[in-house]
């Protein structure tokens, strides 16, 4: 969501909680530093971390100005927009990928960051511990990494005989090479070979598919990144609908893009939970010094009309445990 639809938005809401520690004070800014394109007004993202803000007595424009800014998947951009952010005095920068936290923990002096959704901060080496995170940084985390192997069971489930699986992984994501590594020994205990597709960018996707034309996979499962699944995993599922192939992944944006199955913590409400960690650190605490919260629940999600679109059939004990299905 860009700085104007999420404006458009916040003015049409009725968010009138009283503030009295920030009454008769400017507005502070608060930065975003995201992996993906920019996304639309209406986003679900956008919206959930704005309702975020709202339910921790945070009206926009009243008490904060959002400066968020987006990279499409180029990297390099993110200390360039960090210090943008810095120069416009953000008091604190929220961020969904390891290379926007980094540019942002980089900054001098110091700026508090808020992690968003982040898969396994510690093993990316951007905090200490989840309990102690230090380096002035907090947030939520994904805990992807525990679900991503976990989806080899949903494979087996629904497709018995499966024995080759494509992975799709972001190799300029710190946390996915490690994300795949599990995921192949699991594979391996199973007696499913997996094949590695490197997907950096929008310019990939027409190699990966002749690749996979050439060498079909019995499933395609996408490892979890801010740009693959809000802004490539749509074109993903098309390709895999068209082409009869079961797809897989732990991010709920990427069900709604039409992915057969996602196993994973709602982006959306770990979203409206960063707010918390926002308005703590506008009242005062250290960001370094709140514990990093992780999803206590899961959602399976399965898109039934994938499933008639491709021409498989979902057990039906396995549909008696979905949270949501798309008929």
Known sequence: MDRRGFLRFAGGAAFMW???AFAQKAPVVIGFLGGQPQPPSRDPRGIALLQGFADNGLVIGRDFIFEPRFTAGDDARFPEFARELA???????????????????????????VMTAMTDPVAAGLVNSLAHPGNHTTGTASLNEDVTPKLLEFI??????????????????????????????KANSLGISVTRYALRSSGDLDPLFSMLTSKPPDALQLISDATVNEFLSGRIADYAIANRLPSFSSNESSFENGVLLTYGASTLKILRRTAYYVRRILDGAIAGDLPIEQPTGFDLFINAKTAKAIGIEIPATLLARADRIIE
């Open 18 to 20: 009283p503030l009295t």
């Open 87 to 113: 120069r416009l005095n953000a008091r604190i920068i929220l961020a969904n990928s390891p290379a926007g936290v980094r540019a942002a923990q980089r900054l001098e002096p110091a700026v508090p960051v």
């Open 156 to 185: 087996r489930e629904i497709l018995p005989k499966a024995n080759a699986l494509a992975v799709l992984f972001n190799p300029s994501n710190s946390t996915n090479a490690p994300m795949v590594n599990n995921l192949q020994a």
